[in-house]
């Protein structure tokens, strides 16, 4: 059984290909390397001894999508694609939309014309927005997202959950994502951002590999127990993890169903650098910065509906998260 992934040269999509064929599933990538490299999926080969058929596309480009789609015939559809620089999508708002939209568009329709039924979704805890109270479960109400970014993953669980009312066959899991950090515990994959990263993790490794000089904590007066912002870290192979046990529900019901994948738990910016040090035995100097604009003081799930319905949990502690964080970028200080 095929399953057809977007954007899986990238960072999650990476991960997830590695899991899904260990489970046994055929995996097909579609990538336009905007913001990857074709060196991730050939480690995913590596690792799990299975061909991963790699075809170089955008996703908006319709008529190379029908012919990915006749070639591979596809079970379901994971959708990783997508731009995700918070801060780029500010300055740069139609881009964002154009891309994230569009693709999303297109893909639904090639699933629709192919008869593939099966659509889950890259969503964020970003579509929660300011409004909701922690921790979120995902009945906690959506909106009020504070960057172009956000609103472009809510509005695509909009179309995708319409797409699944207008077709009872379909089934739409919609998976919002936490804070994903770590990396595969081989360190032959992991998180490559392009620049200066814009997330702590990675920050954090560049500045403990030398890339950096430090790092600047953006705010130290939250109302937080150390005063710096806390989020709910979670480890990419239980996020990889949880995309399988997705499919599986994708595969037997019908709807549209979201879940959060997090680990439940809040941690500090201060508390990531304190534990990375710790794990990895580097120091990480630090200076306190000014809050950066549109950060929310404390994001964190409730992931109980996940665990009843899927049998899914995030198993991977705060230290796993750091020292494969770390084997990824010491053994990879350029990334790929
Ligand atoms: N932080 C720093 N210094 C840095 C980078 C981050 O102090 O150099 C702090 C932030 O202020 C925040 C925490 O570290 O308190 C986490 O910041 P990230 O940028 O790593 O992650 P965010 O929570 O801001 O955003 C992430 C994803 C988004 C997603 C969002 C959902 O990057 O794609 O979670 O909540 F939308």
């Known amino acids: ?28 990538i579609v990538d336009d390397f905007s913001n990857s490299s074709s060196e991730a999926v050939r480690r995913c080969e590596e690792l799990t001894g299975r061909k991963m058929p790699l075809y170089e596309a955008d996703v908006a480009d319709k008529a190379a999508m029908e012919k990915i789609f006749a070639e591979t ?25 154009r891309n994230n939209l569009d693709t999303t568009l297109t893909l639904l329709e090639c699933m629709a014309e192919a008869g593939c039924k099966r659509f889950i979704f890259s969503s964020s805890a970003t579509v929660y927005g300011a409004k909701a109270a922690v921790p979120y479960t995902e009945d906690s109400e ?37 804070n994903p950090v770590g990396a595969h515990a081989s ?20 500045v403990a590999v ?21 989020r709910d870290y979670i480890h990419v192979v239980d996020l990889a993890a949880g995309h399988v046990k997705a499919l599986e529900y994708a595969l037997g019901h ?18 990531l650098v304190h534990a990375f040090e710790k794990a990895t035995g580097v120091k ?6 000014p809050r950066r604009p549109g950060d929310l003081a404390s994001v964190y799930a409730d992931c109980s509906k996940a665990e009843r319905v899927l049998g899914w949990k995030a198993v991977k502690s705060v230290e796993d998260m750091c020292a494969d964080s770390w084997r990824w970028q010491s053994s990879n200080p350029n990334g790929y």
Not at 74 to 96: D, I, N, Q, R, T
Not at 192 to 206: A, E, R, W
Request: proline residues 6%; aromatic residues 10%.
């Open 73 to 97: 015939k596809p079970e379901a559809v994971m959708h990783f694609a997508g731009f995700k620089a918070v801060g780029e999508s500010v300055a740069k708002p139609l881009k964002y939309y």
């Open 1 to 28: 059984m095929t399953i057809l992934l977007t954007g899986a040269a990238g960072y999650i999509g990476s991960h997830t290909a590695v899991a899904l064929a260990e489970a046994g599933y055929d995996v097909a």
């Open 187 to 206: 360190g032959r994959i992991g998180e490559n951002p392009s620049g200066i990263p814009n997330n702590l993790m990675p920050y954090i490794t560049q």
């Open 254 to 271: 019908t709807g549209t169903e979201i879940f959060n994948l997090g680990t439940g738990h809040g941690v500090s910016v201060l508390e």
């Open 210 to 230: 030398g890339r950096l000089p430090h790092l600047n904590v953006f705010g130290n007066d939250y109302d937080t127990p150390d005063g710096t912002g806390v």
């Open 284 to 289: 990480v100097p630090y200076e306190i910065a």
């Open 142 to 178: 959506t909106g009020g997202c504070t960057n172009p970014y956000g609103w472009t993953k809510f509005m695509i669980e909009q179309i995708a959950a319409g797409a699944a009312v207008a077709d009872p066959d379909m089934s739409v899991v919609l998976l919002r994502y936490f």
